[in-house]
């Protein structure tokens, strides 16, 4: 066997990188991605840099819009616990504050429901209704 010759390693250290987005801007994106289903594609990129209202909050902040890639990655470190307790802290805010519970667009739907359908039996009154004026030729 022949003999290794033994070096002595170079020192590591790590250097200080990228540091990670604020939690704050995390949350955004995150909101964003569940109303884009995507951060990734095209149009969703177009709408980031596009978006007034984006621009417009991270300039109050002094920041640069991130680059997809690490605007993707932060939102995908969020874990599914985190998420939840966002839910459910989303809700007992919405809960607390006394904002909608759905109770009125329930109504507004079954409203809308009996109105359709009273137009459909109108239109439909109606449509026997010529069909016999012209059939009989009743005027």
């Known amino acids: 066997m022949s003999e290794v010759e033994q070096t002595e390693a170079p020192s590591l250290y790590l250097q200080v ?3 990670r987005m604020e939690a704050e801007l995390v949350l955004i994106f995150l909101v964003l ?3 884009f289903h995507t951060l990734s594609s095209l149009s969703s990129i177009e709408r980031l840099r596009d ?6 909050y991270l300039q109050k902040r002094g920041l640069l819009l991130p680059g ?3 605007i993707v990655e932060n939102v995908n470190a969020v874990s599914n616990e985190t998420r939840e ?4 802290a989303q809700l007992g805010l919405i809960l607390s504050e006394g904002l909608d519970d759905f109770k009125e667009l329930t109504f507004a739907v079954r409203q809308l429901e ?9 239109t439909e009154e109606s449509d026997l ?11």
């Open 129 to 139: 209704r010529k069909y016999f004026l012209n059939t009989f030729q009743i005027a």
């Open 68 to 70: 997809i890639t690490t």
């Open 51 to 56: 978006s007034v209202t984006i621009l417009d």
């Open 85 to 88: 307790q966002i839910h459910r």
């Open 114 to 122: 009996q109105y359709t359908k009273k137009r459909a039996d109108e």
């Open 33 to 35: 991605r569940g109303d």
């Open 17 to 19: 990188g990228r540091p």
